[in-house]
């Protein structure tokens, strides 16, 4: 009698979750039409762009270190915090800390209490994407050397 049941079930099953499936499948295209169609509006009308922080050279470089993924904070109980980017270079606490209070970067509360991932916000990606990074201004030409002893007698 179960054999029954359940050779009965199998097909309407397979169907169900074939069904299922398709519908997920089409739920992620819109996904991706809707996404891409906000980036596009926020491009083509900035003044549809949340109000986003002027960052500083060093916080834009932060910034892009920690969106390459990898990134984790360390919290030892007796020791300092020490945040480090996927090349295991340091990344100082000054401009870490500025990110994390403008909601752009995000640390990931997890179980593990010595280890924690750090991910880019979505206002975050945003001022990669919009915020060109700070350009020193252009240093003037060099000054070409002073004539010096050529070692040849003067006339």
């Known amino acids: 009698m179960r054999q029954a049941r ?9 169907k169900s979750l074939a069904t299922a499936a398709q519908h997920l499948e089409l739920s992620a295209t819109c996904c991706q039409y809707t996404a891409s169609a906000i ?4 491009t083509e009308h900035p003044e549809h762009r949340p109000d986003l ?6 916080q834009y470089a932060v910034l892009e270190r920690i969106a390459r ?5 360390y919290a030892p109980l007796k020791n300092p915090v020490r945040i480090t980017d996927n090349d295991g270079r340091t990344i100082r606490p000054k401009p870490f800390g500025m990110l994390e209070k403008e909601r752009l970067i995000r640390v990931a509360r997890s179980s593990r209490y010595v280890s924690q991932d750090v991910v ?5 990606q945003l001022a ?3 915020q060109k990074p700070h350009r020193s201004q252009a240093s003037l030409p ?4 002073a004539p ?5 007698r003067k006339r």
Do not use: C, K, Q
Request: charged share 15%; glycine share 14%.
């Open 53 to 58: 922080p002027e960052l500083s050279p060093a």
């Open 39 to 42: 980036i596009r509006d926020l």
């Open 142 to 145: 060099a000054m070409p050397p």
């Open 6 to 14: 359940h050779a009965e079930a199998a097909p309407v099953l397979a």
């Open 69 to 73: 993924g990898g990134t984790l904070r």
């Open 128 to 130: 990669l994407d919009f």
């Open 148 to 152: 010096g002893n050529t070692g040849g």
């Open 120 to 124: 880019v916000t979505a206002a975050g």
